[in-house]
């Protein structure tokens, strides 16, 4: 990806140039896999990025990176890797989750959760609360218990997923 200055429309500026296969803007930062790195860039000076911090990232072909709530997903297949990204001088992998039923095709998120578009037709929804879970299942509080407030927090997500 080729970044520009085009304070002046009539003479763009080339400012630098990004080799990464995974790289998405948010705000004032810049998420980039690269080889075997994930870096956060401070993407706020416009004479080009400047790294804040970087850790190793799994081996693998990365899909799709996402970023919500001061966490950064990383998809491969059927994996996801979840970082903390709260302080982007220090990224760190807090979470993994597999999925044996094919290639995660799309995550979307709500408050605490993320959902999981596994194949075409499969949803699994996943707490990312600070509470753990007891089960996948277990996607609203209370947790530790399976009950109606899972299958209904289930069945809006599921309702509110966008195929597109």
Same mark, same amino acid.
């Given at each position: 990806?080729?970044?520009?200055?085009?304070?002046?429309? $009539?003479?763009?500026?080339?400012?630098?140039?990004?080799?990464?296969? !995974?790289?998405?803007?948010?705000?004032?930062?810049?998420?980039?896999?690269?080889? $075997? $790195?994930?870096?956060?860039?401070? *993407?706020? !000076? #416009?004479?080009?990025?400047?790294?804040?911090?970087? $850790? =190793?990232?799994?081996?693998?072909?990365?899909?799709?990176?996402?970023?919500?709530?001061?966490?950064?997903?990383?998809? #491969?297949?059927?994996?996801?890797?979840?970082?903390?990204?709260?302080?982007?001088?220090m990224p760190a992998l807090t979470g993994t989750y597999s999925d044996p039923g094919g290639?995660?095709?799309?995550?979307?998120?709500?408050?605490? !959760?993320?959902?999981?578009?596994?194949?075409?037709?499969?949803?699994? #929804?996943? #707490?990312? =609360?600070?509470?753990?879970?007891? *089960?996948?299942?277990?996607?609203?509080?209370?947790?530790?218990?399976?009950?109606? =407030?899972?299958? !209904? *927090?289930?069945?809006?997500?599921?309702?509110?997923?966008?195929?597109?």
């Amino acid at each position: 990806m080729r970044v520009y200055d085009v304070s002046d429309v $009539t003479n763009p500026t080339f400012l630098y140039f990004s080799f990464g296969p !995974q790289l998405i803007y948010e705000g004032e930062y810049g998420y980039e896999l690269a080889g $075997t $790195t994930l870096a956060i860039y401070d *993407t706020s !000076q #416009s004479t080009g990025p400047a790294l804040l911090g970087s $850790t =190793a990232a799994p081996p693998g072909s990365f899909t799709k990176l996402y970023e919500f709530e001061d966490r950064l997903f990383v998809v #491969s297949g059927g994996d996801m890797y979840v970082y903390d990204i709260a302080d982007p001088t220090m990224p760190a992998l807090t979470g993994t989750y597999s999925d044996p039923g094919g290639d995660i095709t799309r995550l979307g998120f709500g408050p605490g !959760q993320v959902h999981l578009l596994v194949g075409t037709q499969t949803v699994v #929804s996943l #707490s990312i =609360a600070g509470e753990t879970p007891c *089960t996948v299942a277990d996607v609203a509080e209370p947790f530790d218990v399976l009950d109606l =407030a899972d299958v !209904q *927090t289930f069945v809006q997500g599921f309702v509110a997923m966008d195929p597109t």
